[in-house]
Every structure is written in structure tokens, then in C-alpha cells.
């Protein structure tokens, strides 16, 4: 089982998360996406592979959707010891220092509770890439074959 968690305000992250859900299906994984996610979808049932797709808002900010999730995180800390995970941060640029803020946070707090991430942050510039899915596609794709996440 591999769960998706979306923070999104425009529908952009989710679009990534509809998007990528069938290159995981054809590597042999049952997928779940999460568009308004709460602490308990990712630790309420066993999970030891994840993908994030959370875009920015504010100043650095996680989306309204993604809100309580991030908070329970950091306030409940339950220990994400068995967690893998793969992030996709959307974010913009133009706003500097705060760019990709949310997807950095986010690593941060996973990291600290001891999950795990494999490979590389994705962080997509929408000064650079119109459709986020033109860019995660094909990370997705080379994400699945670099960390050999096909399921026999
Ligand atoms: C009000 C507002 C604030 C934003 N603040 C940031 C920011 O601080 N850092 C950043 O990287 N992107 C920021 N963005 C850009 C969005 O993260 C970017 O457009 C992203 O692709 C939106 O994805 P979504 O469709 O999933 O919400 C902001 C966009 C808006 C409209």
C-alpha cells in the first residue's frame, strides 16, 4: 500500500497525486490518496512507504488543508521510525526565501520523528514548470526505478 498525502489550496498538488497514482499501481502498489489528511490516515493503519505532494501558501506556510495534519504531527510526535518517504514540494520562486517553505518544513518534522526519506526532495518552480505534472511524472518514474520501490 502506498499513501499519497496532498496539501493543495488551486488543486495543483493533487493533480500530481491523480497523476502519479498509476505509475505506482504498475509497479504493483494499491495507492490511497489523502486530499484532506489527518494524522491518523498515515499511523492509524501500518505504513512504511508514503509520498507527500504539498504546495506553499502565505509566507512559508502549509495549505489550509494540510494544517491539522502537521500540527497533530509536531504536537502528538508519535515516531515515524518505520516510515519511507518520498516528497514533492510545489512552490514559486518569486516568493524568495519562503520558496518550497511548506515541503521544507514538512521534511524537517518527518525527519525529526525518524522517518526515513528516499532520494531527493522534488521541489517544482512554477516560475519554471506550467503543469507541476510535467515535472513529477518523470521524477516519479525515476524515483520508483532509483530506490527499486517495483513490488514483484
Ligand atoms: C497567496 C499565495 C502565497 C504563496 N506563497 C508561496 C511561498 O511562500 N512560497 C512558495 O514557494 N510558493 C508560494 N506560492 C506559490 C504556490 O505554492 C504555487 O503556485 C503552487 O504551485 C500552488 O500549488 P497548488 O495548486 O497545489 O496549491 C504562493 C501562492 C499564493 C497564491
Excluded: H
Amino acid at each position: 500500500m502506498l499513501k499519497i498525502f496532498v496539501g493543495t489550496m488551486y488543486g495543483g498538488a493533487l493533480d500530481v497525486a491523480e497523476q502519479v497514482k498509476p505509475l505506482f499501481e504498475e509497479a504493483g502498489y494499491e495507492v490511497a490518496i489523502f486530499d484532506q489528511p489527518t494524522l491518523d490516515d498515515l499511523i492509524g493503519s501500518p505504513t512504511d512507504l508514503a509520498l507527500f505532494c504539498v504546495s506553499t501558501t502565505g509566507s512559508g506556510d502549509y495549505p489550509g488543508n494540510f494544517m491539522a495534519f502537521a500540527r497533530d504531527l509536531e504536537a502528538k510526535s508519535p515516531g515515524l521510525s518505520g516510515l519511507r518517504y518520498g516528497l514533492i514540494a510545489l512552490g514559486d520562486s518569486s516568493y524568495g526565501e519562503t520558496f518550497c517553505g511548506a515541503g521544507r518544513q514538512l521534511d524537517e518534522l518527518l525527519a525529526g520523528q525518524g522517518a526515513q526519506r528516499l532520494g531527493e526532495r522534488l521541489e517544482v518552480d512554477a516560475m519554471e514548470t506550467f503543469m507541476a505534472d510535467d515535472e513529477a511524472l518523470p521524477w516519479v518514474e525515476a524515483w520508483i526505478e532509483s530506490q527499486q520501490l517495483k513490488v514483484a
